[in-house]
């Protein structure tokens, strides 16, 4: 008899709950849904670029817990999204004395790359006992500046706001060409003037007495008024006439070391500037000579043993060895042109932009081209450069976090040279062209142009202020200059809404668009092609001639 074949209920019936269980996920998610799902879990496997953050600055009192979410306002990963993201500090803090803290936050994905940003928490609160040092006391002030010429010690870190209350009532806070004779009271200003916002665009230092909105700069409260610095340590003075225009004010890279008071004078009268606000704000000027100044703006009432009753603003200059240039800060950023996707789309090869085309010219090879030989001529001189493509086929995002206008920021550069080829529907339109902002003077502009004059390439226009509204029209210039440009504000293009992130920062690149010649015109796009590196060299040279550098 031919024995029945038995059947296998159980291996059927997990067979038939697994199937159930895939029906069910895909019900759940969808297919799309599901796609996606394993996709990213694809990618997370693949991933191994390091996630990153933008910080800000936490002001707390003595002895208060903060998180590290406090520090962080944005996160950004290649794959992860910001909720999947683990943040914790690298050490344990104790903020358990008065001053400026420098902290660092670990950033995890879900890969388990660890990126690291830098952060400061400024500390308020009770005072510390002051270090004495032969028979004075050590006085804490944010450009690390001592008594008696003395460097910090570790006794009185971490160098922060001014925290010493005790006597001695007049200090000095010079430490170069100090004028041994001249003491200096901290006291109250009996006429004052209020400082409402301020911002760095290249290295002008710009002060207002109303909120800043670009367009206002005209009606402003300081104009037709002058800015008088007079320098505690040497008892110079130095004057600026206030301008709407965003490049020619306070001119950082002209100061000399010292500690400088803040006045606005209209007509005779002098008025010592104040702030409702606590001000401590940095930048670096551009390198000269191997060297740059450290810059910072101060607004504090705890100044001296007695608390006064109004934050007095000061600028304090030191001038620091190029070794000393912190490791992210940079000069100047070269943005060759294209290679690009908008608005964040995903990266694929149809969404890429190219730049114009013809006469045997791509447009983003031939920007890349002149990024990398004005890197080396800058590099030569000493300027410390970023370039937003590393290599000719990088592929960047246009706007937004890890976009070329993210890149400047990240770099804290003063300038920033948008490098590209022009096109016309014309083949005889011909010549250079370079674009700046409308809120501020035409000056480098035109320096450059004239100094391409010397170069095979006919100049068309020397300078051109493009506007949109009350905007400049072109992005690179507009998203790049910090809250002085108004970036992040135009939202009808998109540029703006996808740059909202850079809106709220004081610090700005001076921007220009560096339209060198069109490819469109047969006879100048090969013209380019034997010449590019003379009008390169022009380029730079017009720089030199703009920053003083010989």
Not at 40 to 66: H, W
Not at 473 to 485: D, L, S, V
Request: glycine content about 8%; aromatic content about 10%; overall charge negative.
């Amino acid at each position: 008899m031919r024995r029945r074949k038995r059947i296998r209920w159980g291996r059927i019936i997990l067979v038939m709950f697994i199937i159930a269980a895939i029906a069910g996920i895909g019900a759940y998610f969808g297919v799309p849904k599901l796609m996606a799902y394993l996709e990213k879990k694809e990618a997370i496997k693949n991933d191994k670029t390091a996630p990153g953050g933008l910080v800000t600055t936490v002001e707390i009192n003595v002895n208060d817990k903060i998180v590290p979410e406090d520090i962080i306002y944005d996160i950004f990963d290649n794959v992860s999204d910001e909720k999947d993201i683990k943040v914790k500090f690298k050490e344990n803090y104790s903020f358990s004395t008065q001053g400026v803290y420098n902290v660092v936050v670990l950033l995890e994905d879900e890969a388990g790359n660890i990126g690291e940003v830098n952060g400061s928490v400024k500390v308020y609160g009770d005072v510390i006992t002051p270090q004495k040092s032969d028979g004075e006391y050590a006085f804490l002030v944010p450009t690390d500046y001592v008594v008696k010429n003395e460097a910090p010690t570790e006794s009185i870190t971490p160098i922060g706001l001014p925290v010493v209350k005790s006597t001695p009532t007049k200090i000095n806070m010079c430490t170069e060409k100090r004028n041994s004779d001249l003491e200096y009271e901290f006291k109250d200003a009996e006429q004052t003037a209020e400082l409402k916002s301020y911002n760095f665009y290249g290295e002008s230092l710009n002060l207002y007495g109303q909120e800043y909105t670009g367009y206002t700069s005209n009606t402003d409260p300081f104009v037709g008024s002058s800015i008088v610095l007079v320098n505690i340590c040497t008892g110079q003075e130095t004057s600026f006439k206030y301008s709407a225009n965003i490049d020619e004010n306070i001119k950082t890279a002209e100061l000399e070391a010292g500690t400088y008071e803040v006045y606005i004078k209209t007509g005779s009268v002098l008025k010592r500037l104040i702030s409702s606000e606590l001000v401590f704000d940095t930048m670096y000027t551009v390198t000269r000579d191997s060297t740059n100044k450290k810059v910072q703006i101060i607004a504090n009432k705890e100044l001296e043993n007695k608390v006064l009753t109004q934050n007095q603003v000061y600028i304090t200059v030191k001038e620091i060895p190029h070794s000393e240039l912190p490791k992210g800060v940079y000069d100047i950023v070269l943005d060759p042109g294209h290679y690009s996707i908008q608005y964040g789309k995903e990266i694929t090869w149809i969404a890429i932009d190219m730049g114009a085309t013809g006469n045997g010219l791509t447009e983003g090879t031939a920007n890349y081209l002149t990024a990398t030989e004005l890197k080396s001529i800058l590099e030569a001189k000493g300027l410390k450069v970023q370039i937003t493509r590393q290599y000719a086929e990088d592929v960047i995002l246009e706007f937004g976090i890890n976009s070329r206008i993210h890149t400047s920021y990240l770099s804290q550069a003063k300038f920033y040279f948008a490098c590209h080829l022009n096109t016309s529907p014309n083949a005889s339109t011909s010549g250079s062209e370079i674009y700046t902002t409308r809120f501020g003077s035409k000056k480098l502009a035109d320096t450059i142009s004239s100094s391409l004059k010397n170069s095979k390439i006919r100049v068309n226009n020397s300078s051109i202020q493009y506007k949109f509204g009350i905007f400049d029209y072109y992005h690179f210039i507009r998203e790049t200059g910090g809250n002085a440009t108004m970036a992040g504000q135009e939202l009808a293009t998109g540029s703006g809404a996808n740059s909202q992130t850079f809106a709220r920062t004081t610090h700005g690149a001076h921007g220009l668009l560096l339209e060198l010649a069109y490819i469109s015109n047969p006879a100048e796009a090969q013209n380019w092609k034997d010449n590019y590196k003379s009008s390169v060299q022009e380029v730079a040279n017009g720089l030199f001639k703009y920053l003083g550098i010989e």
